[in-house]
């Protein structure tokens, strides 16, 4: 069983940045090979953001290239999602994703509300 909690939320200006982080138990995350960060807008399907796997490769969205950086600290049992040049387009729940042992596990999400 893994567990996982979002954290650093909120709301901010357009241009402006926040640091998602999800805190994981259950297992260490030197275990779980591949981990990533998806989002929901309202009335919108859930996808994908941002994956990062054990060795540190990377993937993101098109629509956050260049602005949006994912890391994991397996020590910390932490994984971060940093997001600058914030946009409107980008609120949404952000939720954290683990796939481990054929099984997917979510966070309750944590809300960001981009807005002037």
């Known amino acids: 069983q893994v567990q996982l909690v979002e954290s650093g939320g909120g709301l901010v200006q357009p241009g402006g940045s926040l640091r998602l982080s999800c805190a994981v138990s259950?297992?260490?995350?030197?275990?779980?090979?591949?981990m990533g960060w998806y989002r929901q807008a309202p009335g919108q399907q859930r996808v994908l953001v941002a994956r990062?796997?054990?060795?540190?490769?990377?993937n993101y969205a098109d629509s956050v290239k260049g602005r949006f950086t994912v890391s994991r600290d397996n020590v910390k049992n932490m994984m971060y999602l940093q997001m600058n040049s914030l946009k409107p387009e980008d609120t949404a729940v952000y939720y954290c994703?683990?796939?481990?042992?054929?099984?997917?596990?979510w966070g309750e999400g944590t809300l960001v509300t981009v807005s002037s």
């Open positions: 990062i796997t054990n060795s540190g490769s990377t």
């Open positions: 994703n683990v796939d481990y042992l054929a099984l997917t596990y």
């Open positions: 259950g297992r260490s995350m030197f275990r779980i090979y591949r």
